[in-house]
């Protein structure tokens, strides 16, 4: 059966573009230009993942109040948004929103299938019996990457694909540094020095939400990081 890709963008041609690679990849998808078709299509059947723009139109929040609604909706549908806005404000918001990416459009259609790949993957791990040999610990960090999920101090930790690979790299390896392209090859991303950095400073705000003495990630200065065992 095809799983069925929700995406909501307002500018006809980007969605089209994005509709016809998903398609070729074997995905069935449905197109919406506006949060409130949106939102009436989804009251009556759920997608199995949704690809939301932030902006969408005049409706400038749009995406972001979709994504709240879908989310209250639907606790396990993945949700990703794919947007030209990039201020870290804005992706923090995604991701307390309850979205599991925020990706920006430069993203290539590769390495947009390969991230909707994985979180159609991790929603088959957590259909599955947890398994010891698929469990990262270090410590009071619980990484199972399986159903790429992660808890820390047994409380859970949301984080985004990219921000789960960073950190399972780290942990697998206390004390070893990892550089900057030793991080991208394992989370299956091109970024630049930045980027990473915005990267590794929000996973260390969402530990410090749980634990606000969380010091575990290392700064090797003008080399990369390294998890403190």
């Known amino acids: 059966m095809q799983q069925h ?3 909501v963008e307002d500018e006809a041609a980007i969605a089209a573009n994005y509709r016809d690679h998903l398609q070729r990849q074997g995905f069935r998808v449905s197109l ?3 949060r409130n078709s949106a939102a009436e299509a989804f009251a009556i059947q759920l997608p199995d993942l949704a690809i939301i723009d932030v902006g969408l ?3 400038m929040e749009g995406g972001f109040e979709l994504c709240r609604d879908l989310r209250a909706r639907a606790p396990g549908i993945p949700i ?3 947007t030209a806005r990039d201020s870290e ?3 923090i918001s995604g991701f307390r929103l309850g979205a599991d990416d925020y990706l920006t459009k430069g993203i290539s259609q590769a390495q947009l299938t390969a991230r909707i790949n994985a979180l159609f993957r991790r929603v088959k791990a957590l259909q599955k019996p947890e398994q010891e040999k698929h469990l ?4 009071a960090l619980e990484l199972n990457k399986e159903r790429m999920t992660a808890n820390w101090r047994g409380l859970p930790l949301e984080l ?3 921000e789960f690979w960073m950190v399972h790299t780290l942990a697998l390896h206390p004390g070893h540094v990892k550089n900057r392209q030793q991080l991208m090859d394992c989370a299956n991303v091109v ?3 930045n980027t990473i950095t915005s990267h590794i400073k929000r996973i260390r705000r969402k530990f410090q939400a749980l634990d606000a003495d969380f010091g575990s990630i290392d700064t090797a200065y003008g080399v990369g990081y390294r998890w403190k065992g």
């Open 136 to 139: 990262v610990v270090q410590g």
């Open 57 to 59: 139109g005049k409706d």
């Open 191 to 193: 970024l630049d020095d």
């Open 89 to 91: 404000l804005d992706i």
């Open 80 to 82: 990703v948004f794919l």
């Open 5 to 7: 890709i929700a995406i």
């Open 160 to 162: 985004s694909v990219t």
């Open 32 to 34: 919406f230009a506006d």
